[in-house]
């Protein structure tokens, strides 16, 4: 044996001699314990590779058709990519219910104001004039043609381009309380006109202008009195009416000293339609406001009946 190994088997053994053996249960116990490391080791793997066969089989059951099962609850759903107004309309909570068949959102069709408007009448029956009512009927009655109104101060009516037709009546009425064979109490011109689309309301108009426009005149058959107009309340008539008086002292030796002659003058329009109920009197009676009120709603309720 060479010197050099001698040496080295040597240093070895003094090596060896300095250390203290490590007892033999302290190495079962390290053994034992790197055992069980090992173990717990394998269980955790064994329980990873089950969750995922358990996931695998939530896969299939979705593929073959059945209901696709819920992601556990930890599991984020998917991102919008947008907000829900830009995709959808939305509707306000106090919105009313839709029709049924109507989809929620989508505006309906525009409510309708009821049936069509009529068309303008193009001719004026009998009909469409009022009858008196019984106690008030003398049996005087004749067409007449002309004007509708009274002078007024020579006022002219552009609307009366707009006349379609006009026909027109006299008719004599007596007080209930009048006996036979005594002369009526007044009389009236009773006209009908037909207006163009549009053009009745402008009538209306001009005759309040007129009336205003001429608070006094001489009449071209009365140069001897001086006659006042001024408007009146109309009341409630057709679609608008206009009432107006024509008032002068009586002519001497007729009426009451002091009183007054009295005409009244009442203009309804009813759509394009317009009557005049003008009371003239009989041998210078004077007008009473009941009648001609009784009478011009007798009009209106002809000339309604007739445009139904």
């Not at 190495?27 to 055992?35: F, P």
């Not at 009512?133 to 002219?156: D, H, I, K, M």
């Amino acid at each position: 044996m060479s010197a050099e190994l001698s040496d080295l088997y040597r240093s070895l053994s003094d090596t060896a001699d300095g250390q203290e053996l490590v007892h033999p249960e302290l190495v079962r116990r390290r053994a034992d314990r790197r055992a069980r490391l090992r173990l717990a080791g394998t269980a955790l793997a064994v329980a990873v590779l089950l969750g995922g066969v358990a996931a695998g089989g939530r896969l299939l059951v979705s593929a073959d058709g059945s209901a696709p099962l819920p992601p556990p609850a930890d599991t984020p759903g998917p991102v919008p990519t947008g907000s829900a107004s830009s995709s959808s309309p939305s509707l306000s909570p106090s919105a009313p219910a839709s029709p049924r068949g109507t989809p929620r959102g989508t505006p309906s069709a525009a409510p309708t104001t009821g049936a069509a408007t009529s068309r303008t009448p193009t001719s004026i029956p009998d009909r469409a004039f009022f009858v008196l009512a019984a106690q008030n009927q003398t049996g005087l009655e004749s067409r007449v043609e002309g004007s509708a109104l009274p002078v007024l101060c020579g006022a002219r009516y552009s609307s009366e381009s707009g006349v379609v037709q006009r026909r027109g009546r006299y008719l004599a009425y007596k007080r209930p309380e009048t006996p036979a064979g005594y002369v009526p109490a007044g009389s009236y011109r009773h006209t009908i006109t037909i207006y163009r689309a549009g053009r009745a309301d402008d009538a209306l108009r001009e005759l309040r202008r007129a009336v205003r426009d001429c608070p006094e005149q001489e009449l071209p058959d009365d140069t001897e009195r001086t006659w006042r107009q001024r408007l009146l309340d109309p009341g409630r008539y057709g679609d608008e009416s206009v009432l107006f008086e024509m008032r002068a002292p009586y002519p001497e030796g007729m009426g009451e000293p002091g009183e007054d002659e009295v005409r009244l003058v009442r203009a309804v329009r009813v759509g394009d339609v317009v009557t005049v109920l003008w009371e003239q009197g009989w041998e210078n009676t004077s007008a009473e406001r009941a009648q001609v009120d009784g009478d011009s709603r007798r009009a209106v309720a002809a000339i309604e009946d007739w445009l139904d």
